[in-house]
């Protein structure tokens, strides 16, 4: 599994009322909820991301409340991966059960910039970034989070094993 695409970058403690904005919680749908992906940190996200990019972030991506929305309109919007030097760890269970890959590694996470371009390896944890030909070692998955992540989520996968 791989993920190849434009880094969008951002900085520490990036919450998941910036990830989505709880006034917009009350919307069902996935994608339209998407629509509003990061838009109180970086309100042209949704119309510049495209399928397969990447967000790089630093210190304690996804801190806040709880909500499962936030990995799920990251991931709707065509996200591959986040790559962060740490994630809160709500937002890292939530993103695993929602099938949005997610990498720490600190020193990609710090010299990596808005704009590279970007490969992920999930079976090596090898990070590239093929603008500046530097690469990084994240921790690979483990084979049953790739099976998760395959699945598209936590759900997907149980049901694929009964």
Same mark, same amino acid.
């Given at each position: ?7 969008? !970058?951002?900085? +520490?403690?990036? /919450?998941? /009322?910036?990830?989505? *904005? ?6 069902? /749908?996935? !994608?339209?909820? #998407?629509?509003?992906?990061m838009? /109180?940190? $970086?309100? @042209? ?5 495209? !399928?397969? +990019? ?9 801190? %806040?409340s ?8 990251? !991931?709707?919007?065509?996200? #591959? ?17 929602? &099938?949005? *890959?997610?990498?720490?590694? *600190? @020193?990609?996470?710090? +010299?990596?910039? +808005?704009?590279? @371009?970007? @490969?992920? $390896?999930?079976?090596? &944890?090898?990070? #590239? ?8 070692? %994240?921790? *690979? ?7 998760i992540?395959?699945?598209? &989520? ?5 049901? #694929?094993?009964?």
């Amino acid at each position: 599994m791989n993920a190849k695409g434009r880094a969008y !970058k951002y900085g +520490d403690n990036v /919450d998941t /009322d910036v990830i989505i *904005p709880a006034r917009y919680l009350a919307i069902q /749908d996935a !994608k339209e909820l #998407s629509e509003h992906c990061m838009e /109180d940190i $970086d309100k @042209e996200f949704v119309n510049k991301v495209k !399928k397969g +990019d990447l967000i790089i972030a630093g210190k304690n991506f996804g801190c %806040g409340s709880s909500r499962e929305h936030a990995p799920l309109v990251i !991931k709707t919007c065509g996200v #591959s991966c986040v790559i962060a030097e740490t994630f809160a760890r709500i937002f890292y269970r939530n993103a695993i059960n929602i &099938g949005l *890959p997610i990498i720490e590694c *600190p @020193e990609a996470s710090q +010299d990596i910039k +808005d704009g590279d @371009e970007i @490969e992920v $390896d999930f079976d090596s &944890g090898r990070i #590239s970034n093929v603008t500046t030909g530097r690469s990084y070692k %994240g921790q *690979p998955f483990p084979a049953f989070m790739q099976k998760i992540i395959e699945n598209e &989520g936590l759900v997907n996968y149980i049901n #694929s094993q009964a």
